[in-house]
């Protein structure tokens, strides 16, 4: 059955990456930060990864990009493995917000004042303060180590250009951390835990990386290729939870209803999905919607997982 599907996907990915892309000319790339403003409004990519690492490309796969809001599942999931479910679970809630990603509202209404979820900007910001590691120097390191070890690829780093870009505009950031800062969820010096926060978002890569670091996910933590345990369970299946209810934003119900996966967007473009027990994807598109999510991704994942029953209801 897998290669019968397998086929059938190679012979049409390129005619449905085609169909889609005409949805880039509805979105608009994130210009908030500036550095992301020249992004190229009609790249669209994906990549698909199979358990024994076969894959499906097509149209700009190669496309390189950074990041951004993907890299909070793996935070979420290091700070889980450095401290623990009880501590993190005492710095972010488990609900969604249905709010923008960098929402300032509602900070206030989960007690005692920790952001709703840890996949909207001030809840990542709080995971950010919990990696281990004395410096932010030391818990950037660990975050990009990890991050190179899931994606099977050392050669992951952080475009400088864009931390600096983002690191120079974060009014809106910075205003989070230091209300988190006030509430006491964070406990290091604020600018600090953002240098932190903007590294990881700024951490390049391509879909295929996406699609081998999702993969990792599609098997609960379990490497198939490696055959190597690199996530407990457990860790997997609470950061699977948060971006099937709060991945997408608050277009996160939308999506689980016309594409029906676990899946985290980010403002550069990228999507980072996967079909539980079978495969990693990593699409990227930089034309956005207004709810942040690459246009055209979200078109090419809807139409994929209508031909291939994907969707887990
Ligand atoms: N680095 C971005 C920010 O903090 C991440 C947001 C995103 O991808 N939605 O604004």
Redesign the pocket.
Known sequence: QHAETWKHLNKHLPEWLEESKKYTEDGNV?A??PELASAPKDVLGICIMDAAGNTAKSGDHEYRFTL???SKVFTLILALIDRGEEVVFSKVGMEPTGDD??SMLKLELVEPGIPFNPLI?AG?IAISSLIAGSSPDEQTNRILHFFREVADNGTLDINQDVHKS?SDT?H??RSLAYFLKDNGVLHHDVEDVLEV??SH??VEVGCADLARMALVLAHNGFDPIRNQRLIPRRFVQIAKTFMFTCGM?NASGEFAMNVGLPAK????GGILTMVPGRYGIGVVGPALNNK?NSTAGVHLLGKLSQEFDWSLF
């Not at 967007?265 to 550069?268: F, T, Y």
């Open positions: 994130a908030y930060i951004q809001s993907i990603f960098n900007n990542a983002e974060a809106r950031n926060y903007f978002c700024s934003y967007s980010g403002v550069s942040g």
